[in-house]
């Protein structure tokens, strides 16, 4: 990959996370405190575990597959 191409793709990455947090951000007003909580609980392990530079992407979401599997079904049935 050209490095202008890699810094076009991160450009985007990083506009897509901006994105993210501002729809998270308006999205929270109208939640239950049961999403917000299941929310919290995937994000902040999801964050957690990305701050460990000695992890893999690959590792990160392995786990966080497991870790957030039943909230993603709580969520789906609530």
């Known amino acids: 990959m050209s490095d202008e191409l890699e810094q076009d793709l991160e450009n985007q990455v990083r ?4 994105r993210f947090v ?11 405190l049961e999403q917000k909580e299941r929310y919290f609980a995937v994000l902040s392990g999801l964050v957690g575990r990305l701050e460990d530079a000695g992890k893999s992407l690959k590792t990160v ?7 957030a599997a039943p909230y993603l079904f709580r969520e789906i049935n609530g």
């Open 61 to 67: 979401l392995q786990e966080m597959m497991a870790e």
């Open 15 to 18: 506009m897509t996370h901006d």
């Open 22 to 32: 501002h729809a998270m951000n308006a999205r929270l007003p109208t939640m239950t």
